[in-house]
């Protein structure tokens, strides 16, 4: 009973509602925030008609829990296949979905078909031409787009170890926010985030390069098809559940704001450095919280509109427990959990087959079972394996002669015929045998 006044809303129905309040607070027009949410004039009218009627929850669709009505049945899928294959070889995806629709009365998008060939192995992605690139202009509130990327350099030009520069620039006015790491990875990437969320709050969306930190290079799976899912890298996980869009560039240009920003901070900043004879990471860093402030002042813009798209954290809200690296791992039948070269020992009594495992930035682990806390421990030493006792002597028989061995035929030795270990009495030598026992009597 204490649940029904709860409102659950996911991050991307979050985001769509402080759009939406800012529409009805007069911050800027319907159509602003039908470009910024991806979605038609007609569609905001909609959602704020029933925000005003329903409140809060008049921004979660009608759909959620439905099962989607467009899913294509498994026996579709192989026989579109199998035609593919005997009747459709040489065709194209676009060609042969009008083929198999006109022909066959199969009705497949040809990108639903493509990638079913990609996976089945039928298709090769093909290259495309150069296209021509054209400046962009910048976008226009503060937060509505942020590009991200890492620069490795010798920033300390050999007086300190090899590190990168992970930096973000606010694409509307030009704001840098940067940090040093020791690499350039998941969690130095998680960690930028936080401290960038934190000081300005989420952005809309974040545009960077297609880093396998960034874009998981898994291949789509048949699973991923039909559930109209593609595989996450940690990141793209993380702020997915943040409601922030990631928008992947193809190419260094696409995204130049960024690149001429570390071709400008490869010579003032390196030079900055040098004066102050800094060497280290945590100097760098502790430099940085002085040096971009100036920076900002200098070289940033104002913005087209005043409005900050940027999302404040909620209060109490736990954004670590967002971003870390989350790993599904399997409960063995001894309650132990092997991750990272360790093994942990569960001390709740669960029917888990699987735990999932969080990782922290500061180090520290979590394990949890459908969102549930599990308490658990290291094992740091094994037990030793008993040893076991000496073994019993065993009395060794000699082997049994084959069937085709003299000893089993019989053979003949003196004056006597033997036949398995004994001797055959016989006419000519039972005499000799009976003087013989006379003699001993």
């Not at 009747?87 to 990108?111: C, I, M």
């Not at 006015?173 to 300005?200: C, H, I, L, N």
């Not at 003949?412 to 001797?423: A, S, V």
Request: hydrophobic letters at 35%.
């Amino acid at each position: 009973m204490a649940r029904e006044g709860i409102l659950m809303l996911r991050q991307k129905e979050l985001k769509r509602l402080h759009i939406i309040k800012k529409v009805l607070e007069k911050g800027f027009k319907q159509v602003e925030a039908a470009g910024i949410l991806g979605l038609s004039s007609r569609q905001i009218r909609r959602i704020v008609k029933r925000v005003k009627l329903e409140g809060d929850k008049g921004v979660i669709h009608k759909s959620r829990g439905q099962p989607s009505k467009r899913s294509i049945p498994d026996a579709v899928k192989a026989k579109i296949i199998g035609l593919y294959r005997s009747q459709y070889g040489d065709f194209g995806p676009t060609l042969a979905s009008e083929k198999l629709q006109e022909r066959d009365q199969l009705r497949v998008s040809d990108e639903t078909l493509r990638l079913w060939l990609l996976e089945s192995g039928d298709w090769e992605k093909r290259r495309k031409t150069r296209r021509h690139r054209r400046w962009r202009e910048r976008k226009g509130h503060r937060g509505e787009m942020v590009q991200m990327d890492g620069s490795h350099h010798d920033w300390f030009e050999e007086r300190g170890p090899e590190c990168v520069l992970m930096s973000y620039i606010d694409d509307a006015t030009g704001r840098v926010f940067a940090r040093f790491y020791e690499y350039e990875g998941t969690m130095p990437a998680m960690d930028s985030f936080k401290q960038y969320s934190r000081k300005y709050g989420l952005p809309i969306s974040l545009y960077l390069d297609r880093h396998t930190t960034y874009k998981s290079p898994a291949k789509v799976s048949m699973e991923d098809i039909l559930n109209e899912e593609v595989p996450l890298s940690e990141f793209e996980r993380a702020l997915k559940e943040l409601g922030v869009e990631l928008i992947h560039a193809m190419s260094p240009q696409a995204k130049g704001r960024v690149e001429r920003l570390f071709r400008t901070l490869q010579d003032r900043l390196v030079k900055e450095m040098r004066l102050r004879g800094i060497g280290t990471i945590e100097e760098a860093n502790e430099f940085l919280k002085q040096y971009l402030p100036v920076y900002n002042r200098r070289f940033s813009v104002l913005p087209r509109q005043r409005l900050d798209l940027h999302r404040p954290l909620p209060k109490g809200f736990n954004l670590d427990a967002v971003l870390c690296i989350k790993t599904e791992r399997r409960l063995r039948n001894d309650f132990t959990v092997a991750h990272n070269k360790k093994l942990y020992q569960i001390e709740d009594r669960t029917r888990a087959s699987k735990v999932m495992v969080h990782e922290y930035m500061n180090g520290s682990l979590r394990m949890t079972y459908r969102d549930q806390p599990l308490r658990f421990k290291e094992i740091a030493t094994r037990p030793l394996k008993q040893e076991k006792g000496p073994l019993k002597e065993q009395i060794r028989r000699p082997p049994l002669p084959a069937a085709n061995h003299p000893w089993r035929k019989g053979f003949k030795f003196g004056r006597h015929r033997y036949e398995r270990g004994k001797p055959i009495l016989t006419p000519q030598n039972a005499a000799v045998c009976a003087m013989q026992g006379e003699a001993q009597g």
